[in-house]
């Protein structure tokens, strides 16, 4: 998996990207950032997207972070 996916299912678990954002308490802007590959999330804000996912959270840093 990667952060596009991810994104993508959290998204659709909190019912869409501002939803995650607010959820994050980030600028949805970010967000896109991330999905889009302009930048990318750290650790803590991947496992906190995990958490939204409910998949394992090192597993899931670790899958994205390689």
């Keep these: 998996m990667n952060i596009q996916e991810l994104i993508a299912k959290a998204a ?19 967000i896109t950032e991330w999905h889009q590959g302009k930048r990318k999330p750290d650790a803590y804000e991947i496992a906190r997207i995990a958490i939204i996912c409910k998949m394992p959270i090192f597993e899931t840093i670790a899958e994205i972070e390689i």
Excluded: V
């Design 12 to 30: 659709k678990k909190t019912g869409s990207m501002k939803a995650l954002a607010e959820k994050l308490h980030k600028n949805p802007g970010r």
